[in-house]
Protein backbone atom coordinates (compact mmCIF):
# COMPACT_ATOMS: atom_id res chain seq x y z
CA UNK A 1 0.00 0.00 0.00
CA UNK A 2 1.24 3.44 -1.04
CA UNK A 3 2.14 5.69 2.10
CA UNK A 4 3.10 9.44 2.68
CA UNK A 5 4.44 9.81 6.07
CA UNK A 6 4.31 12.35 8.26
CA UNK A 7 6.22 12.95 11.25
CA UNK A 8 3.92 14.28 14.03
CA UNK A 9 -0.05 14.10 13.84
CA UNK A 10 0.12 17.17 16.54
CA UNK A 11 2.66 19.72 17.48
CA UNK A 12 2.62 22.59 19.99
CA UNK A 13 5.55 25.41 19.66
CA UNK A 14 6.49 28.51 21.70
CA UNK A 15 6.84 31.85 19.26
CA UNK A 16 10.50 32.11 17.84
CA UNK A 17 11.23 27.98 18.44
CA UNK A 18 13.12 26.10 15.33
CA UNK A 19 10.06 23.64 13.76
CA UNK A 20 10.90 20.72 11.73
CA UNK A 21 8.54 18.78 9.85
CA UNK A 22 9.12 15.53 8.04
CA UNK A 23 7.70 13.75 5.54
CA UNK A 24 8.93 10.52 3.74
CA UNK A 25 7.40 8.40 0.74
CA UNK A 26 7.62 5.58 -0.37
CA UNK A 27 6.52 5.17 -3.75
CA UNK A 28 9.87 6.54 -5.27
CA UNK A 29 8.25 10.03 -6.61
CA UNK A 30 9.95 12.40 -8.29
CA UNK A 31 7.98 15.12 -6.89
CA UNK A 32 6.83 16.75 -3.25
CA UNK A 33 5.13 19.03 -2.03
CA UNK A 34 3.92 21.09 1.28
CA UNK A 35 0.84 22.85 1.50
CA UNK A 36 -0.88 24.74 4.69
CA UNK A 37 -4.45 24.48 5.06
CA UNK A 38 -6.51 26.91 6.82
CA UNK A 39 -10.41 27.64 7.29
CA UNK A 40 -11.94 29.23 4.29
CA UNK A 41 -8.45 29.33 2.21
CA UNK A 42 -8.29 25.73 1.03
CA UNK A 43 -4.31 24.05 0.12
CA UNK A 44 -2.05 26.43 -0.46
CA UNK A 45 1.51 25.96 -1.68
CA UNK A 46 4.96 26.56 0.28
CA UNK A 47 7.22 24.89 -1.27
CA UNK A 48 7.78 22.06 -3.98
CA UNK A 49 10.92 19.30 -5.02
CA UNK A 50 11.08 17.56 -8.04
CA UNK A 51 14.44 16.39 -7.76
CA UNK A 52 17.15 15.62 -4.53
CA UNK A 53 18.07 18.93 -3.66
CA UNK A 54 16.04 21.17 -6.00
CA UNK A 55 13.33 22.96 -4.48
CA UNK A 56 10.55 25.58 -5.85
CA UNK A 57 9.18 28.10 -4.32
CA UNK A 58 5.23 27.96 -3.74
CA UNK A 59 2.49 30.38 -3.04
CA UNK A 60 3.50 31.21 -0.14
CA UNK A 61 7.26 30.45 1.10
CA UNK A 62 8.18 33.22 3.61
CA UNK A 63 9.36 32.49 7.04
CA UNK A 64 9.73 28.44 5.51
CA UNK A 65 12.44 26.06 4.34
CA UNK A 66 12.74 23.03 2.78
CA UNK A 67 15.11 20.68 2.70
CA UNK A 68 15.04 17.73 0.32
CA UNK A 69 18.64 15.41 0.41
CA UNK A 70 17.24 11.67 -0.19
CA UNK A 71 14.44 11.60 -2.81
CA UNK A 72 11.82 10.01 -0.06
CA UNK A 73 12.88 12.42 2.06
CA UNK A 74 11.02 16.30 2.29
CA UNK A 75 11.50 18.54 5.13
CA UNK A 76 9.65 21.99 5.73
CA UNK A 77 11.94 23.88 8.57
CA UNK A 78 10.05 27.07 10.23
CA UNK A 79 12.63 29.19 11.23
CA UNK A 80 11.71 31.47 14.12
CA UNK A 81 8.16 29.86 14.28
CA UNK A 82 4.98 32.29 14.91
CA UNK A 83 1.40 32.72 15.74
CA UNK A 84 0.43 33.10 12.06
CA UNK A 85 2.02 30.19 11.37
CA UNK A 86 -0.52 27.69 13.16
CA UNK A 87 -2.10 25.44 10.59
CA UNK A 88 -2.41 22.38 9.14
CA UNK A 89 0.29 21.37 7.03
CA UNK A 90 0.03 18.95 4.37
CA UNK A 91 2.75 16.79 2.68
CA UNK A 92 2.17 15.10 -0.48
CA UNK A 93 4.11 13.44 -3.52
CA UNK A 94 3.37 12.31 -6.70
CA UNK A 95 5.15 11.01 -10.51
CA UNK A 96 5.48 13.65 -13.38
CA UNK A 97 1.62 13.15 -14.60
CA UNK A 98 1.11 11.93 -18.53
CA UNK A 99 0.90 15.85 -19.94
CA UNK A 100 4.00 17.12 -17.75
CA UNK A 101 1.80 18.33 -14.88
CA UNK A 102 1.97 16.62 -11.43
CA UNK A 103 0.04 13.55 -11.58
CA UNK A 104 -2.07 12.29 -8.99
CA UNK A 105 -0.92 13.89 -5.93
CA UNK A 106 -0.79 10.93 -2.64
CA UNK A 107 -0.90 12.98 0.40
CA UNK A 108 0.13 12.21 4.25
CA UNK A 109 -2.36 12.86 7.28
CA UNK A 110 -1.26 16.22 7.99
CA UNK A 111 0.59 17.80 10.93
CA UNK A 112 -0.84 20.26 12.95
CA UNK A 113 1.18 22.69 14.41
CA UNK A 114 0.32 25.60 16.97
CA UNK A 115 2.26 28.21 17.81
CA UNK A 116 1.78 30.05 21.26
CA UNK B 1 -6.68 30.13 -4.34
CA UNK B 2 -8.29 32.30 -6.45
CA UNK B 3 -7.85 30.96 -9.35
CA UNK B 4 -10.13 28.78 -8.73
CA UNK B 5 -13.50 29.20 -7.13
CA UNK B 6 -15.56 26.51 -5.01
CA UNK B 7 -19.28 26.66 -4.84
CA UNK B 8 -21.03 26.04 -2.51
CA UNK B 9 -18.53 26.58 0.26
CA UNK B 10 -20.83 24.69 2.41
CA UNK B 11 -23.63 22.00 1.77
CA UNK B 12 -25.90 20.27 3.94
CA UNK B 13 -28.15 17.42 2.58
CA UNK B 14 -30.43 14.75 3.49
CA UNK B 15 -29.61 11.73 3.06
CA UNK B 16 -30.76 9.76 -0.24
CA UNK B 17 -30.78 13.61 -2.18
CA UNK B 18 -28.93 14.14 -4.81
CA UNK B 19 -26.06 17.09 -5.03
CA UNK B 20 -23.40 18.75 -7.04
CA UNK B 21 -20.55 20.75 -6.32
CA UNK B 22 -18.82 23.24 -8.71
CA UNK B 23 -15.11 24.25 -9.21
CA UNK B 24 -14.57 27.27 -11.74
CA UNK B 25 -11.00 28.78 -13.37
CA UNK B 26 -10.90 31.74 -15.38
CA UNK B 27 -7.98 29.68 -17.42
CA UNK B 28 -7.58 26.32 -19.20
CA UNK B 29 -7.19 23.42 -16.67
CA UNK B 30 -4.38 21.27 -18.35
CA UNK B 31 -5.43 18.92 -15.55
CA UNK B 32 -8.51 19.03 -12.68
CA UNK B 33 -8.63 16.57 -9.40
CA UNK B 34 -11.25 15.99 -7.50
CA UNK B 35 -10.71 15.21 -3.34
CA UNK B 36 -12.23 14.26 -0.33
CA UNK B 37 -10.76 15.31 2.98
CA UNK B 38 -12.27 13.70 6.25
CA UNK B 39 -11.91 16.45 9.40
CA UNK B 40 -8.48 16.34 10.18
CA UNK B 41 -6.91 14.20 8.06
CA UNK B 42 -5.12 13.99 5.01
CA UNK B 43 -6.83 14.17 1.45
CA UNK B 44 -8.11 11.08 -0.38
CA UNK B 45 -7.67 11.17 -4.73
CA UNK B 46 -11.33 10.66 -6.18
CA UNK B 47 -10.76 11.02 -9.94
CA UNK B 48 -8.78 13.25 -12.50
CA UNK B 49 -10.19 14.80 -15.35
CA UNK B 50 -7.68 15.98 -18.65
CA UNK B 51 -9.87 15.86 -21.88
CA UNK B 52 -12.33 18.69 -22.71
CA UNK B 53 -16.04 16.91 -22.15
CA UNK B 54 -14.47 14.20 -20.39
CA UNK B 55 -17.10 12.36 -17.79
CA UNK B 56 -15.53 9.65 -15.12
CA UNK B 57 -17.43 7.78 -12.04
CA UNK B 58 -16.72 6.21 -9.24
CA UNK B 59 -19.66 4.51 -7.13
CA UNK B 60 -21.98 7.51 -6.42
CA UNK B 61 -20.18 9.86 -7.76
CA UNK B 62 -19.52 11.51 -10.85
CA UNK B 63 -17.03 14.05 -12.09
CA UNK B 64 -17.30 16.34 -15.49
CA UNK B 65 -14.80 18.74 -16.90
CA UNK B 66 -16.58 21.40 -19.39
CA UNK B 67 -15.84 21.32 -23.25
CA UNK B 68 -13.70 24.56 -22.60
CA UNK B 69 -11.55 23.07 -19.71
CA UNK B 70 -12.75 25.93 -17.34
CA UNK B 71 -15.18 24.19 -15.11
CA UNK B 72 -16.02 20.98 -13.44
CA UNK B 73 -18.39 19.75 -11.53
CA UNK B 74 -19.05 16.82 -8.64
CA UNK B 75 -22.63 15.05 -8.35
CA UNK B 76 -23.30 12.61 -5.75
CA UNK B 77 -26.17 10.86 -6.40
CA UNK B 78 -28.53 9.45 -3.06
CA UNK B 79 -25.68 10.63 -0.40
CA UNK B 80 -25.07 8.78 2.16
CA UNK B 81 -23.44 9.97 6.00
CA UNK B 82 -20.09 8.34 4.72
CA UNK B 83 -19.83 11.01 2.00
CA UNK B 84 -19.71 13.84 4.43
CA UNK B 85 -16.44 15.77 4.65
CA UNK B 86 -14.59 18.38 2.79
CA UNK B 87 -14.43 18.30 -1.11
CA UNK B 88 -11.41 19.90 -2.71
CA UNK B 89 -10.73 20.72 -6.79
CA UNK B 90 -6.84 20.90 -7.80
CA UNK B 91 -5.92 21.91 -10.88
CA UNK B 92 -3.25 22.11 -13.15
CA UNK B 93 -3.14 25.46 -14.91
CA UNK B 94 0.22 25.87 -16.52
CA UNK B 95 2.64 23.22 -17.65
CA UNK B 96 4.32 22.11 -14.63
CA UNK B 97 4.42 20.47 -11.50
CA UNK B 98 2.16 21.94 -9.13
CA UNK B 99 -1.61 21.76 -8.47
CA UNK B 100 -3.83 24.90 -7.29
CA UNK B 101 -6.51 23.64 -5.03
CA UNK B 102 -9.86 25.15 -4.25
CA UNK B 103 -11.11 26.68 -0.36
CA UNK B 104 -13.04 23.48 -0.31
CA UNK B 105 -16.98 22.64 0.13
CA UNK B 106 -17.90 21.54 3.41
CA UNK B 107 -20.88 18.60 2.59
CA UNK B 108 -22.89 17.62 5.87
CA UNK B 109 -25.00 14.42 4.90
CA UNK B 110 -28.25 14.61 7.80
CA UNK B 111 -29.79 10.81 8.48
Redesign the interface.
Known amino acids: DVK ?1 TQSSRYLVKRTGEKVFLECVQDMDHE ?1 M ?1 W ?1 RQDP ?6 IY ?1 S ?1 DVKMK ?1 K ?2 IPEGYSVSREKKERFSLILESASTNQTS ?1 Y ?1 C ?1 S ?1 Y ?7 G ?7 S ?1 LTVL | ?1 QE ?1 E ?1 SP ?1 SLIVQEGKNLTINCTSSKTL ?2 L ?1 W ?1 KQKY ?6 LM ?1 L ?1 KGGEEKSHEKITAKLDEKKQQSSLHITASQPSHAGIY ?1 C ?1 A ?1 ME ?10 TILRVKS
Open positions: VNFYGLGLRLFYEGDMLASWGLAGGPELFFGEGR | SLQQYGYYGEGLIFMQLGDYGNKLVFGAG
